[in-house]
């Protein structure tokens, strides 16, 4: 076996995931442990070089066959130098993360955000494969996205393109703050933290609903009662959805892609959401820009940082 294998390491707060691919995205062999963020950066960047080690070391793969490695991490960062300015959840500041890994690792190394690197995944070997031009979307604790144009991941002018959550959709009466300072962003609405405030709103406001008996409500708890036809559960996913619709209609007359992506945690409430998208989409976007489009589930799961993360040796 000599051909180019490529590595992902997927940087979580709890645990670091590694993964070796193949050149078609294709998932060979993975390895994890814990980050042991608590003893700082250093010791995690030392963590995932000894990760990627027993990863190949495991895996019956030559180390020459390793083209690079890529990273995919949460957080403000400056791509092209491969440094982390600030990651909120690890508490990193200005962590030349690329230098340091490439000194300890002696390959490449290219780093990119968490969403941008689901995107990616997803378009080498997940639900995009084979297809050029894709808009992903993550819906999670808060929205995120990223967009592959002519098969490559792009980053825009200094890393915001695809920051789909911050799309200030919400028209101003009816808007929230969101947590990047701006008011009426997508992220408000359609993520389970928008979901499950809107819930909590309606209960307080006393509307008649079987969310009132929740005790610690989740998106799941919304969507189960929508399924089960609550009107007040159906009204806060028929927004949700709505809004997720509205800025894939103004995204298709930007970018034109062939395929929507929706992932992360509240994608798994299935068709319901997925109806009630296409629907808004399709009365929203111009005929042309829907021609062909159509918005799909993402398929690799968890894998996707992994994969992705590999990928941007070859197409970041
Ligand atoms: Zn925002």
Known sequence: MSEQIYIGVDLGGTNIKVGICDVEGKLLHTYEGPTGNENGADFVLDRIAEYVRAL????????EQVAGIGAGIAGFLDIPEGVIKL??????RNVPVKKILE??????????????????????SGAGAGIPNIVCYTLGTGVGGGIIVGGRLYQGYNGMAGE?????????????ACGCGRMGC??????????????NDAVERGDATVLASVEKMTAKDVFDAAKADDEVALRIIQRAAFY????????SVVINPQRFIIGGGVSRAGDILFDMIRENF???????????????????????????AAGLILRG
């Open 244 to 251: 997720l619709g509205k800025s894939m209609s103004l995204v």
């Open 164 to 176: 789909l959550g911050h799309m200030t959709v919400v028209p101003d009466l009816e808007a929230i």
């Open 282 to 308: 399709s009365k929203l976007a111009p005929e042309r820009a829907q021609e062909g489009v159509d918005i799909v589930p993402a398929t690799l799961g968890n894998d996707a940082g992994v994969v992705g």
């Open 56 to 63: 190949v070391r495991e895996s019956a793969i030559e180390w």
């Open 103 to 124: 000194e300890k690792l002696g390959k490449q190394v290219v780093i990119d955000n968490d969403a941008n690197v689901a995107a990616l995944g997803e378009a080498w």
């Open 87 to 92: 990651s909120p959840n690890l508490g990193w």
């Open 186 to 199: 997508l992220e408000t609405v359609s993520s389970a933290t928008g979901i499950i405030r809107m819930a």
